[in-house]
């Protein structure tokens, strides 16, 4: 079974500056997506970036990019030039490409703060 | 196309009774997926439609869970004689296809009492 470990419950940065959000998973599958979602506090949950594990380029959306390292099964987020409304929960994810049903694991979550 | 919309936003309901939530997916999307969210936890996956088949259910849906897509459109999930352990956000998405991204709702905060 796969499995998606956050083991940051909160972090905190100051508006502008940059932070790096965690994850690490689990899995004996070689291909599979990676996703990172930000849920602000009226819930729904919005995709942030993907990130295909046969791809060797590091996804990147605007002022989010990921650092993925497969062999070391890690996948950090970082938001360069933070802005108050990145504060949120945001959830690292797991699908695998292979099967008809593409559900999502999902780790526990980190809550992000922004400090004007 | 309004997004993925999820009724009732909030429900509470007293230990025994029987709920019912409802999501209505982005209309041209096929698939459709039911999550559980509790407290302080990421989402878990409960259950996935393609069109009016449910080709996959999960563990944590026990027989007091029941979940229909009539005709490959609106979808309902029900719980029978609540506990409160089944406090939680219930989330809905929906997707256009295998390769395609999820969109999800806002969500349906149930509370048993």
């Known amino acids: 079974a796969q499995t998606v470990t956050q083991s940051q419950p909160e972090m905190s940065v100051q508006e502008a500056e940059t932070v790096t959000l965690s994850c690490t998973y689990d899995?004996?599958?070689?291909?599979?997506?990676l996703f990172w979602y930000k849920q602000p506090p009226s819930r729904q949950m919005i995709l942030v970036i993907r990130?295909?594990?046969?791809?060797?380029q590091n996804a990147t959306e605007n002022r989010f990019s990921v650092n993925f390292q497969k062999a070391a099964k890690s996948f950090s987020l970082k938001i360069s030039d933070s802005q108050l409304g990145d504060a949120a929960m945001y959830f690292c994810?797991?699908?695998?490409?292979?099967?008809?049903?593409?559900?999502?694991?999902f780790g526990k979550g980190i809550t992000l703060s922004v400090r004007p | 196309d309004t997004g993925v919309s999820q009724n009732p936003r909030h429900k509470i309901t007293k230990r025994g009774q029987n709920v019912t939530f409802r999501c209505d997916p982005i209309?041209?999307?096929?698939?459709l997926y039911w999550y559980r969210q509790t407290l302080g936890q990421g989402p878990e996956f409960l259950t996935y439609?393609?069109?009016?088949?449910?080709?996959?259910k999960s563990r944590l849906l026990s027989d007091r869970f029941s979940a229909e897509r009539p005709k490959g459109s609106f979808s309902t999930l029900e719980i029978q004689r609540t506990e409160q352990g089944d406090s939680a956000m219930y989330l809905c998405?929906?997707?256009?296809?295998?390769?395609?991204?999820?969109?999800f709702g806002s969500g349906t905060r149930l509370t048993v009492v």
């Open positions: 998405a929906s997707s256009p296809g295998k390769e395609r991204g999820y969109t």
């Open positions: 899995t004996s599958e070689s291909d599979y997506y």
């Open positions: 990130q295909e594990a046969y791809k060797q």
């Open positions: 994810a797991y699908r695998r490409r292979a099967g008809a049903n593409s559900k999502l694991t």
């Open positions: 209309s041209e999307h096929n698939r």
């Open positions: 439609f393609q069109n009016e088949a449910q080709l996959e």
